[in-house]
């Protein structure tokens, strides 16, 4: 068994309460969001963590449970609200329980959010053995439960620093075994930091994942497929006021 563990977020189902979470600034575009689509931005993101629970509950000999609940010393494997992970995972970690930890090969599904990413994605694609910008994304690795990787496992930027430390320490596997659904919705699709954001850049934004969700997931996704239809499904279903 091994143990599923989704980072806090906002709770999606509470309209106050995810009102009082929002910065100032984020909160500029997901009213920007709510301007441009008839489906709220909170109901989106309620709607994408559905996708992400059913494709959790289909991880075989896997569950997703709260940090108090995972028995010390037991491999977790953490991930955010709207991200997948393949049904396999169990089986490739399992015979791995005395390692220091375990990464295996990023996959993103997503728009590039400017040039400069468009530019990164085509030169990854062209040279396979570019490095990405971090060792640690949203959910490629896992560690054994303790309260020193808590902090890890709750950042991938602080896991990246760690694994980046340790060379040859973790495993590697070869295997796509998660999937980051970097959606319309995610902070960084949005850009918030970004000055010039109105609506044209967000409907030309829906346009191209409209599009990226009627693709065929790669043979080594192909356990996305379900998923990948979902999302094609609800980007249908935000239409523009």
Not at 57 to 85: C, K, L, Q, T
Not at 90 to 107: I, M, T
Not at 210 to 225: D, H, K, N, Q, V
Request: glycine residues 2%; aromatic residues 10%; charged residues 25%.
């Amino acid at each position: 068994m091994i143990y599923l563990w989704v980072r806090e977020t906002a709770d999606w189902n509470d309209e106050a309460a995810f009102r009082r979470q929002l910065s100032p600034a984020f909160a500029q575009r997901v009213a920007l969001w709510d301007s441009t689509f008839t489906l709220p931005y909170r109901a989106f993101r309620s709607e994408l963590k559905k996708i992400a629970e059913l494709n959790l509950s289909r991880v075989r000999d896997a569950v997703a449970v709260p940090w108090e609940e995972i028995p010390e010393g037991a491999w977790v494997a953490p991930v955010d609200d709207d991200d997948w992970f393949a049904p396999d995972l169990a089986r490739h970690l399992g015979p791995l329980a005395a390692a220091e930890g375990c990464l295996w090969s990023a996959s993103f599904l997503e728009v590039p959010i400017d040039w400069g990413h468009r530019l990164a994605l085509l030169r990854r694609r062209l040279v396979p053995a570019t490095p990405l910008k971090w060792t640690c994304a949203t959910n490629n690795y896992a560690l054994p439960r303790s309260a020193t990787n808590q902090p890890l496992l709750a950042s991938h930027v602080a896991a990246s620093r760690w694994c980046d430390a340790r060379p040859g320490r973790l495993v590697s596997l070869p295997q796509r075994l998660s999937l980051m659904n970097r959606s319309l919705a995610s902070q960084t699709s949005l850009h918030f930091r970004k000055r010039r954001f109105g609506r044209a850049t967000l409907v030309a934004r829906w346009r191209e994942y409209r599009s990226l969700y009627r693709s065929t997931p790669t043979p080594e996704l192909a356990w996305s497929e379900p998923y990948v239809a979902r999302m094609a499904a609800l980007m249908d279903a935000l239409a523009l006021r």
